[in-house]
């Protein structure tokens, strides 16, 4: 048996050769050149141009004394620029980026960069770390678009199938790294307070500046975001499941929060029979919504443009604002129908009055003037220029001239922005705070409270 399948792979050998030879040479070279182009270098190929390098640059407080080492003499801190590398993929054409809240955790200004060493200044529009994600909106000329990897499925993953990553580790631009799919829902634990489950463990190489890049399987579809690395291991690695990308897209980029807008439906990704379809899943009553859509629907289209993923209708939707026409093609019950709706204008909270009932803050919006006559670090964000005594945020340490940036998930520049964010905190509510004092960057949490009316504290330091 042996003997004879051994003949059989020697005839089939010299068939090829013959039929290499009868074509002549240039068939011989094309042939070879197919056969190299394997199922990861195709993958490589679609989706290489929607990875991209992320340099975020931070400023830090570094310690330095006059006398080396010691620790007795008069230690000095200076401000010092440092820079940080990472990954990221963009999933919409008009510039959303999804990568790791810890790329840019700490970021002053960001620069996005493309494989053709195109570049673009990019923003935070908002960031969970809890879950490691962020979302970056590249600063696009206007009519530009970019190429974009679709988010695909991560609850059919098997372990032992291949596995490709992408991404700039050690600051190497483009890198790739293939291994198996090692394990699916882990959980890793960081510290006390933070911990992240239902990852993809992996043993692709991934290294320093591979976070928030993509992990594809052998299709070249987006199923997980590399988030981290063991260091006390060889060949361990994880990515953010695409799914969880998915449900959290919709709360990091909540529309109607950012836009103050009323639209009155929820929508999630849902399995169809013809793959993946984006279905609304809750009409809540007397808003636009209400007795235009039904839950149920599955959403074709979203003003003339085809909906087949989250960001499809979510990024569709962020630059809609109060009393704009939007107009939807639904199927429901097998049915297509046209739908359309007017958006309502989601009442202003007033930032200030909350800031002040839940937290004991009073904030200002910075302006150049404003940074200069307090000498500021930074000149986006809020400023403190006042606390309650007793307040959550006196008991919390927080002092004046610290600049609160980021509530919750969101980054906040102005007392409108934060109103949006503050109007569904009740007391009690833990919410993350993120704040600079001088010029370094800190993360907390402060539970909101209605507190006693008392004497507003205001200090003045000297510059």
Known sequence: MRRRLCWEIVMVKRLLLCIVILAGPGAAVVS?????????????????????????????????????????????????????????VVIHGDG?????????????QITIQFADKTSYAAKVISSDTTHDLAILKIELPKGKTLPYLPIARSDDLMVGETVIAIGNPLGFASTLTTGVISATDRKLTFD??????GLIQTDA????????????????????????????????GFAIAADTVTEQFTRLMDFERINRVVFG???????????????????????????????????????????????????????????????????????RLDRSLKLALRPKPDGDKLARRLFGLTLRKIDR???????????RGLVVVGIEAGSPAQKLGIDLKDIIFQVGRYYVTDLDALGVVLADVKPGDTIHVGGVRGYVRYWTAIKAASPRPRSMRERTRRR
């Open 369 to 379: 003037k404003l940074a200069g006559e307090l000498s500021l670090s930074v000149s």
């Open 192 to 197: 006390r307070n933070v911990e992240y489950g």
């Open 32 to 88: 070879a050149e197919v056969s190299r182009i394997t199922p990861v270098v195709l993958a490589y190929r679609k989706a290489g141009p929607a990875v991209v390098n992320i340099s975020a640059e931070k400023i830090v407080t570094q310690r330095f004394g006059l006398f080396g080492g010691d620790p007795f003499a008069d230690i000095f801190r200076r401000p010092v620029r440092q820079k940080s590398a990472g990954s990221g």
């Open 96 to 108: 959303y980026v999804v990568t790791n809240a810890h790329v840019v955790s700490r970021a002053m």
């Open 265 to 335: 439906a929820s929508v999630a990704r849902k399995r169809g029979r013809d793959g993946a379809v984006i279905t609304v899943t809750e009409v809540r009553p007397k808003t636009p919504a209400d007795g235009v859509l039904r839950s149920g629907d599955v959403i074709v289209s979203l003003n003339g443009n085809p909906v087949r993923q989250i960001p499809d209708f979510v990024c569709g939707m962020t630059g809609a604002k109060a009393g704009d026409k939007i107009s939807l093609t639904v199927l429901r019950g097998g049915r």
């Open 205 to 236: 190489p991934i290294n320093p500046g591979n976070s928030g890049g993509p992990l594809l399987n052998i299709r070249g579809e987006l199923i997980g975001i590399n988030t981290a690395i063991r260091a006390d291991a060889q060949n361990i």
